[in-house]
């Protein structure tokens, strides 16, 4: 029962028998994150925000995004002008856009002074449920007179 290994017997011995079966838990590997592409995730970041300030920049200066800050303008959306969200600038200005065209065609009159597609869509419906409503009248009156 009292039985050392010669090893142990040594303490430089015993101090490389336990240090080379001791095992480590916590060691950090290094590893590569790379992405689908092929590159390292950090260098695919930085290629990916160079690609998107060149595209913002080029829409800045592009006729068409001329048009559309014309048109943000025109109808008064509200927008950060540091950060132009043009996707999300477009969807707004082609909604209200339709709104209008719309309420022209009900011969809505309406004051575009103010950016309020709520306030024109909740016309447009008060418009169109009158005019349900006038068609049921008028329907109740002629079936009525019969």
């Known amino acids: 029962m009292n039985y050392i290994p010669p090893a142990f017997k040594s303490p430089v011995l015993a101090q490389k028998l336990l240090s080379n079966t001791i095992p480590t ?8 994150l790379r992405s689908d592409f092929g590159l390292p995730v950090d260098e695919l ?6 690609k998107a300030k060149y595209v913002y920049e080029k829409m800045l200066i592009s006729e068409r995004g001329q048009g559309i800050l014309i048109k943000a303008f025109k109808y008064k959306v509200d927008f ?4 132009i969200d043009f996707l999300h600038l477009i969807d707004e200005i082609e909604t209200y856009e339709s709104l209008i065209q719309q309420a022209n065609n009900l011969n809505i009159s309406w004051d575009y002074k103010y950016y309020d597609p709520t306030g024109l869509q909740q016309e447009i419906e008060v418009y169109e449920h009158a005019g349900c409503e006038s068609d049921r009248e008028d329907r109740t009156a002629y079936y009525a007179s019969r």
């Open 45 to 50: 970041i930085s290629l990916l925000a160079r």
């Open 25 to 32: 838990f916590h060691s950090t590997k290094q590893e590569s």
């Open 80 to 83: 950060d002008m540091d950060n």
